[in-house]
């Protein structure tokens, strides 16, 4: 059998000719047309050739010779990660755990890769979660680099704490911004003793929350906690004058501040002796015309006190 294997292949091959049916449809047919040489197809000229909408550009060399150009990826393209390669941080929502814990890495991401460069912390919120507010806390005094605060549009009550909390020397304010400190505020429900439980919690931070502001600004917590019994809305001037912030980005520059666009500061805005009903301090709170007294004063006679705030309050 080998034998005749190897005979076999010492026989010529065949012409490669087929009459199938599928190679029919395959083949070009030689009939009707001249068949052009080999030669003749390789040496023809460029000029021969269809132009194209790039055969005018000037190419040098095959286009797999020339590097591909980069495309900026999706990521590259954010506003924030632009920002945070100029470590600049930016808080421009409520103060919850979701934007917390993405300021707290971003933080800690900048302070890990330079110590001794500030880290600049934006500020447009309207506050929110005290424990949330907390971390970034925690976060900017665990850092060992300087963390600049900068005050865009509003900064209430955590945001405003978290402005003050900035490096001293390096916490500004823009000159239309406006800031607000109250006391801690929310809701309660459920069983009494879970109630009382909530509440003294509410009552510890607002003592540590007072605490800290008077250490930063320098005031003593009685009139912090004075202070922040109702809404305090405060001016930049107000609030550079109350320790919250240090400097007023160009607050010199004309036409920056409208209408008040000179040297002279906007007037305070405290403006509670207006209602009958409210007031900055203990005093007038206690001075409020009462049942009690209007018996004693004879019919609803208003003297001493109570015809001041009387006086007051009439437009």
Not at 62 to 78: F, W
Not at 144 to 149: G, I, L
Not at 248 to 277: C, F, H, M, N, T
Request: with cysteine; hydrophobic share 40%.
């Amino acid at each position: 059998m080998e034998a005749a294997a190897a005979a076999m292949a010492t026989l010529p091959s065949p012409p490669c000719t087929t009459s199938s049916p599928s190679s029919l449809f395959l083949l070009p047919s030689s009939s009707g047309r001249r068949k052009a040489p080999r030669a003749a197809v390789v040496r023809a000229s460029p000029a021969a050739v269809r132009p194209t909408l790039s055969s005018s550009w000037g190419l040098s060399g095959p286009s797999a010779a020339r590097p591909a150009a980069r495309k900026m990826r999706l990521e590259e393209l954010d506003t924030t990660n632009m920002l945070l390669r100029q470590r600049i941080v930016f808080l421009g929502s409520p103060v919850d755990d979701t934007s917390a814990d993405l300021i707290i890495s971003q933080l800690l991401l900048l302070d890990a890769e330079d110590q001794t460069k500030d880290i600049k912390l934006f500020i447009n919120s309207p506050g929110g979660s005290i424990t949330a507010g907390m971390g970034i806390y925690d976060a900017m005094k665990f850092c060992k680099a300087d963390v600049s605060t900068v005050c865009f549009g509003l900064a209430a009550s955590m945001g405003a704490f978290l402005l003050c909390a900035g490096t001293k020397g390096k916490r500004y304010c823009m000159p239309n911004a406006r800031i607000m400190i109250h006391q801690p505020s929310g809701g309660v429900g459920g069983k009494v003793t879970e109630m009382g439980l909530q509440i003294r919690e509410m009552m510890y931070e607002k003592i540590k929350i007072n605490k800290i502001m008077s250490r930063i600004t320098g005031k003593p917590e009685e009139q912090i906690d004075e202070d922040t019994k109702f809404d305090h809305f405060m001016s930049p001037w107000e609030a550079k004058d109350y320790g919250i912030v240090d400097h007023i980005i160009d607050e010199g520059k004309q036409g920056l501040v409208a209408p008040l666009a000179g040297a002279v500061p906007p007037p305070k805005s405290r403006v509670w002796y207006l209602w009958k009903a409210s007031g900055p301090t203990r005093k007038i709170m206690k001075d409020l015309p009462s049942e009690e007294k209007l018996i004693r004063n004879g019919n609803g006679s208003a003297t001493g006190d109570d015809q001041k705030l009387k006086e007051a309050s009439t437009p």
